[in-house]
């Protein structure tokens, strides 16, 4: 059995997020993942007792902030997914653990997206919690393939979980 250390910051004052209640579906998420496509991702072929990674709930304009500072692109993002394993030349465990990385969200686009697609801000916010897991695993959207076979997976989780 995997350990798995999910960390979550807040710091939208507009969103009071059930940070536990999202850590949890996380841990579905990523468990259905790892059930689903491990071979296909960049945990394959390693050993390990314990997976991490890092979410931030924000605002778009600190996800502008990062866009520029960090990748160049000036706009502001609903996610930003710093995937430090699966984007490293040299992937390392240290004391069995892996630390993937780590998730940004900017919650007032989750809450902008929501009333677009008529869900629930919760339901989009496990839309791209379920995305941000994909690109830490190494899993990339170029091509419109790739992009279906990652929406696919994605709805197959959230249906898992039960979202």
């Not at 995997?2 to 999202?22: M, R």
């Not at 491990?38 to 502008?64: A, G, M, P, R």
């Not at 900017?106 to 677009?116: G, H, M, S």
Request: hydrophobic share 40%; with cysteine; charged share 30%.
């Amino acid at each position: 059995m995997t350990n798995l250390n999910i960390f979550s910051e807040n710091i939208y004052e507009g969103w009071e997020v059930d940070e536990k209640k999202f850590v949890d579906i996380a841990k579905k998420i990523l468990k259905f993942y790892l059930s689903e496509v491990l071979e296909q991702s960049c945990l394959n072929d390693f050993e390990y007792d314990t997976i991490s990674f890092d979410f931030l709930y924000c605002d778009s304009k600190k996800t502008h902030e990062i866009n520029r500072e960090y990748r160049e692109k000036d706009y502001p993002a609903d996610i930003i997914t710093f995937a430090i394993f699966a984007d490293s030349e040299e992937k390392f465990v240290f004391d069995n653990e892996i630390n993937l990385g780590e998730v940004i969200i900017a919650l007032d686009k989750v809450i902008e997206e929501a009333a677009k697609k008529g869900v629930t801000k919760e339901h989009e916010l496990a839309f791209l919690i379920s995305h941000g897991i994909l690109h830490l695993l190494g899993f990339d959207h170029q091509t419109e393939v790739d992009y279906n076979f990652i929406i696919d997976l994605q709805n197959k989780a959230l249906g898992y979980v039960k979202i």
